[in-house]
């Protein structure tokens, strides 16, 4: 074969291999159906489709996770104060094991307590409205993010002319009142626990029913902000104690405390998510 002809022959075979060529890729920008599609670009080029996005995660209630453990203000009365520092020593424990910059702080110093961190905000014999009076001063002082409140035995063992409704909105003005005063902190609203049946005046009720409406209200209260996406949830501590868990029929003993720590160590574990 001469130069001439083979000349001929090899363009001829470039041409068709072109032709094959281009029929391929139009091929494979067909739009088939197993996703492997090519979008055409605005100057009729063929350009390979990025991978559709992934949906934006759904915000947890109250419009974020919990970041961390640090400054945590165990807030109430004598319960709070506890027996040998109370629930604060295994929810303290417990934390520690989320590694997760567990801290407290209060203006309070409890020198019983067992674990090393003894700062808390528990005053015995205080109510909802003693606690109102003066927690403004207590959060500015020690900056919170976390807020433990168990308050209302006072208000409903001894001696009431309230009902459970009226109480209960004290509770709730008091959580407003935290709130503004610390509008990132997460407040954890814990239920009182059951008191042992007696009739107190001057309502002439009987404080262990009474108990149980006020819990009922805090914590319709404390629900509906956790729906409303405010930092607030409830924690049930009525719920895993009985009378024979108080020494007195009003204050839970020291192995009561840690039914308490467990609880409140769940509500917390939970708005830490996965992490």
Known sequence: MNNLKKSLVYRAFQTIAGSVLLCVLAACGGGGSDGGSISGSGD?????????????PTPAPGGTQLQGCAG???????????????????????????????????????VNTRVADKYHEGHPGWTIGDIAGSVNTWLASTQPGIVLLMI????????????????????????????TARPTAWIFVASIAPQA????????????VLTQQFNAVIRSNADARAAAGQRVRFVDVNSVLTTADLYDGIHPTEAAHAKIAQKFLD?????LGPA
Request: glycine fraction near 12%; charged fraction near 10%.
């Open 152 to 179: 209302g035995t006072n208000d409903t063992a001894w001696w009431s002319a309230a009902n459970a409704e009226q109480i209960g909105a004290r509770h709730d003005a008091l959580i407003d009142q935290v709130r």
């Open 197 to 208: 049946s007696a009739i107190i005046q001057p309502n002439n009720i009987d404080r262990a």
């Open 44 to 56: 009729g080029s063929n350009q390979t489709a990025l991978p559709a996005p992934a949906p934006a």
């Open 72 to 110: 945590i203000m165990p807030l109430g009365d004598s319960i709070t104060l506890g027996v040998n520092g109370g629930y604060r020593n295994n929810l303290y424990a417990g934390l520690q094991q989320n590694n997760c910059g567990v801290g407290y702080v209060g203006t309070q110093i409890d």
């Open 267 to 271: 509500a917390i574990r939970a708005a």
